[in-house]
């Protein structure tokens, strides 16, 4: 079983930054949790959850919502089994509950495994 943790969520002024971590443990189907996709997903108030970034097991491959291109970065470190996701440029329509997830490959992301906690972000205006 994998399990993901999320930290990094707080409030922060528009226009500002937060970096969120996730940090993977344990084991999946004989994988390790450093060989699985990874990804983050937000679900705002009265709201589905929606996809915002994703990156392959190498990190050589990354996705993003147009919401957040050129404004937020995914990306991981294996050893440590983080992914990390860096948010600049906030907006209050940002806010939202962001969650980690993870999977077998990209291809599964749109519905991803595993999933973390969730941790809040509200960008105030």
């Known amino acids: 079983q994998v399990q993901l943790v999320e930290s990094g969520g707080g409030l922060v002024q528009a226009g500002g930054s937060l970096r969120l971590s996730c940090a993977a443990s344990?084991?999946?189907?004989?994988?390790?949790?450093?060989?699985?996709?990874m990804g983050w997903f937000r679900q705002a108030p009265g709201k589905e959850r929606e996809f915002v970034a994703s990156?392959?097991?190498?990190?050589?491959?990354?996705y993003y919502a147009d919401s957040v291109k050129g404004r937020f970065t995914i990306s991981r470190d294996n050893p440590k089994i983080t992914v990390y996701l860096q948010m600049n440029s906030l907006k209050p329509e940002d806010t939202a509950v962001y969650y980690c997830?993870?999977?077998?490959?990209?291809?599964?992301?749109?519905?991803?495994?595993?999933w973390g906690q969730g941790t809040q972000v509200t960008v105030s205006s």
């Open positions: 997830a993870a999977g077998p490959s990209l291809a599964t992301m749109s519905h991803p495994k595993y």
């Open positions: 990156i392959s097991w190498m990190g050589g491959s990354t």
């Open positions: 344990g084991a999946a189907s004989g994988r390790t949790s450093s060989s699985l996709a």
